[in-house]
């Protein structure tokens, strides 16, 4: 008995340990909070950028660039279900292009995923990159985050970089800047780094 309460005693130093280092990272979490305003708010490049997604419909196999690839039981992968199309699944593999002209050269391609994740609203969650391959830039760089469809703007976070944008990070500006059925729409990117290398 006496040996159990020793060593349930020498069991409490660790915990009373943690205690303060919880207490330590509240301080230090508040400590981030302050700092998080004198964070530089210029972007060091910006650029902005549109990507075409041609959906398939059952009947623009040649055409399309994107695909549904997994849909809810009481969906089909030839159209976008109901209830906000929820638990719909796409991938694509879109061109970029510098002016909204889906006839443009392409710098690039847009590569990735989304999925519908809202029953009662229209939203989904975006995971892609934009793989350039031009004579002006070449590289990666990879977008990640909630993209609120009926907001005007979304933000969603640029999480890397690769090559011409080697470990960059920022925020890109979503804006759907045309919708044609459920069949096209274009996506105007306004890339706003704060880290580049
Ligand atoms: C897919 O579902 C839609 C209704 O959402 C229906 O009109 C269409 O016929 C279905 N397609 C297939 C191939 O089952
Ligand atoms: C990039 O473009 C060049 C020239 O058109 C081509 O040879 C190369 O395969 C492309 N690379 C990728 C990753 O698409
Ligand atoms: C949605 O729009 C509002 C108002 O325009 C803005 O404050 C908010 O940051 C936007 N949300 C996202 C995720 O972009
Ligand atoms: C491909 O899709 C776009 C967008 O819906 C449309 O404007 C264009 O006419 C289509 N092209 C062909 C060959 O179907």
Known sequence: MAGESASSASACIPLLLLFFFF???VQCGGGG??????LPLKPCQTLTLYFHD???????ADNATSAIV???AWGNRTKLGGLMHFGDLVVFDDPITLDSDLRSAPVGRAQGMYVYDRKDVFTAWLAFSFVFNSTGRRGTLSFAGADPLMNKTR???VVGGTGD???ARGV??????????EVYFRLRTEVKLYECY
């Open 23 to 25: 207490f330590a990272a």
């Open 33 to 38: 909070m302050n700092k998080k305003r004198t």
């Open 54 to 60: 041609i959906i398939y419909n059952g009947e623009n």
């Open 70 to 72: 997994g849909a809810p």
């Open 155 to 157: 933000d969603v976070p």
């Open 165 to 167: 944008f080697f470990m």
């Open 172 to 181: 890109a500006t979503l804006s759907t800047d045309a919708f044609e059925g």
